[in-house]
């Protein structure tokens, strides 16, 4: 693959990933003849596969476990990385764009992407307010599921974690969010919401009294998790149930925004035409 550049989207596991279809439908548009791969990477190989890419690779996609990983590889991250302490988008050194300011040559820039994702598949849904919010798991996407809220104006936070001691990040966060963060139990009870913010991975099945206890009060559910759809807790729901497709949408085309112009606020010539590629190479049409 001389001269070519090759992209990737790095996880473990990673078969499952949709973002090759997704970067290959915007580069199309964009006229750019990129490769965009799907490559497992165990988390304790990550910095070893990084160290060996050659200068062919201009960016990666990053998914769990290695949003962590990525973040401390990164030389230089964007104030959403820094909050979160997770990464899922790296520019490598050697990117033929501008790179922030004071973000050094040799290394790699990191991008946290899904908070933007968040916000922008919730505005899909007519949501584009929250005053307070319910994070169901204390990874790292509940932390950009936390700094997401803050940014649509919530006031309250609540994590639901089996084990209290993983929400204490969360706490801090969002102590830095000027959001209370409170932790509370599976199986509740849990107080009236405007919005619940399911984290887990997708499959989770959680007993059926955890997921009825969470799933009354007829709010809207947003689960980042999209295979399979309905996943457990969207099955149980008594309200409206969004699945992560928007997000995976929305965060991709972030994606594409770094690795074409160096900057995630930066706007991708013909972006509605590349959204609405993305969207259909999403949806299968």
Not at 61 to 90: C, F, I, Y
Not at 133 to 162: C, D, H, K, N, Q
Request: proline residues 8%; aromatic residues 6%.
């Amino acid at each position: 693959m001389t001269g070519a550049t090759r992209l990737a989207v790095w996880g473990d596991p990673i078969a499952h990933s949709r973002s090759p279809q997704l970067h290959d439908a915007a580069y199309r548009v964009l006229g750019r003849t990129w490769s965009f791969e799907r490559v497992r990477v165990a988390e304790g190989e990550f910095d070893g596969v990084l160290a060996g890419l050659d200068a062919s690779w201009r960016g990666l996609a990053v998914t769990m476990p290695l949003k962590e990983r990525a973040w401390r590889a990164s030389g230089w991250r964007d104030r959403r990385a820094q909050l979160t302490g997770a990464v899922n988008t790296l520019l490598l050194p050697g990117a033929d764009v501008p790179r922030p300011t004071g973000a050094p040559a040799s290394a790699p820039v990191g991008f946290n992407t899904d908070v933007g994702g968040i916000v922008a598949a919730l505005a899909d849904e007519g949501i584009a307010e929250v005053g307070s919010v319910r994070i169901v798991g204390a990874g790292a996407t509940s932390a950009s599921a936390l700094v997401a809220a803050a940014e649509m104006g919530a006031s309250t936070a609540s994590v639901v974690a089996r084990r209290p001691e993983r929400a204490a990040p969360l706490v801090e966060l969002g102590e830095a969010l000027g959001v209370p963060v409170s932790v509370e139990p599976f199986g509740g009870p849990h107080a009236p919401v405007d919005l619940t913010v399911c984290a887990l991975p997708g499959g989770t099945i959680l007993p059926d009294e955890d997921a009825d206890a969470l799933a009354a009060g007829g709010h809207p559910l947003f689960d980042v998790a999209y295979h399979p759809w309905p996943s457990h807790l969207a099955s149980r729901w008594q309200g409206p149930a969004i699945p992560g497709l928007g997000m995976l949408l929305h965060q991709a085309v972030l994606q594409v925004r770094v690795f074409t112009t160096g900057s995630v606020d930066e706007p991708l010539a013909s972006e509605d035409d590349v959204r609405a590629a993305m969207r259909s190479a999403l949806m299968g049409d």
